[in-house]
């Protein structure tokens, strides 16, 4: 009956969806299956109303973001969340959970595959809010630890292997250095790569760009997320809570196509993202004016060369 219904729900996204490429139909077919599958859950969700709800994920970092923790959102804001079931030192982003278990120790990218238990499960033209809420990060995480003479820019920057090809989304060194001597006068500059022992894998590997030496040498007045960390590590849970206490007093973004660039969608205000043409889905669908801008109401400025983030940042920044 599920093939059944997959195959039907292929016609209907080729009929909507003419002129899409025929791979790229089957994410559409996905969501579709997704939605009706919560047709189930009615009389849970909005009759009975009672903690039911167990969510299960433990895929990519960037679908969690995007999908799985505003549904769970949704579900504890109508009364309806239980469980929440996790990777590692993920329990601040599930802060709002009455029962939060970090089962899983590694991302594992396949398992968002085939995976139907929430409306909004992959790549898609168009998205089902009905049971999405915008998680208040900024709202939960903000203090007067992490504020600054200057207002805060946080470059997010990232290195490793992106669909098992070398880095394409990064900020080299001299980029990072155009950008750094641009903004350094006006804002307290937080520079965020995450080593590989920091956060859990998701079958991407980590690179070096060796940046972090350099900016200790060339740019001192720039402060370290790596240094912060390590300073305040007494004092916060893991380096995911430690994100989220930094991110929580900034309204300035630079950010990578994927994990990165959601994550930083969270806090309102503008993120940059750079997100190059010939990798990843969010081009297709148009998601950095969709799904992207939903998450906190962040102003998203997507730009698709490392030209096009400096432009963005002499007119923004």
């Not at 903000?142 to 207002?151: A, C, G, I, L």
């Not at 080593?195 to 040498?217: F, M, P, Y």
């Amino acid at each position: 009956m599920k093939r059944f219904f997959l195959k039907a729900l292929y016609v209907v996204a080729t009929l909507n969806y003419p002129r899409l490429r025929r791979d790229l139909r089957y994410f559409v077919r996905d969501n579709y299956f997704a939605r009706l599958n919560q047709l189930r859950f009615i009389r849970q969700d909005f009759v009975s109303k009672k903690p039911y709800k167990v969510i299960d994920y433990h895929g990519e970092f960037d679908q969690e973001l995007r999908y799985v923790l505003p549904f769970a959102y949704w579900h504890y804001c109508n009364g309806t969340l239980k469980q929440t079931i996790g990777c590692s030192n993920t329990k601040a982003f599930y802060f709002f959970s009455p029962d939060h278990v970090e089962r899983y120790e590694k991302r594992v990218w396949q398992a968002g595959y085939g995976y139907y238990d929430v409306p909004n499960m992959t790549h898609s033209p168009t998205f089902d809010f009905s049971k999405w809420a915008r998680v208040p990060f900024k709202t939960h995480y903000q203090n007067t630890r992490f504020r600054y003479s200057k207002p805060t820019l946080v470059i997010a920057n990232k290195y490793n292997i992106e669909w098992d090809q070398p880095p394409i989304n990064f900020l080299d060194i001299p980029a990072l250095d155009r950008i750094v001597t641009a903004c350094k006068d006006k804002y307290q500059i937080i520079y965020n790569r995450p080593l590989a022992t920091q956060i859990v894998g998701d079958n991407s590997e980590t690179l070096d760009l060796h940046e972090h030496a350099w900016l200790r040498e060339n740019h001192p007045e720039v402060l370290l997320m790596n240094d912060l960390y390590e300073q305040n590590r007494s004092s916060v849970d893991n380096y995911n809570h430690f994100q989220l206490l930094v991110y929580a007093n900034c309204d300035r973004f630079i950010s990578m196509h994927g994990g990165t660039a959601a994550l930083a969608s969270y806090f309102g205000g503008i993120n940059i993202i750079l997100s190059q043409p010939g990798g990843g889905k969010e081009h297709d669908f148009n998601e950095y004016e969709t799904i992207f801008p939903a998450l906190s109401g962040a102003s998203i400025r997507h730009a698709r060369t490392v030209g096009e983030v400096f432009g963005f940042v002499d007119s923004l920044f």
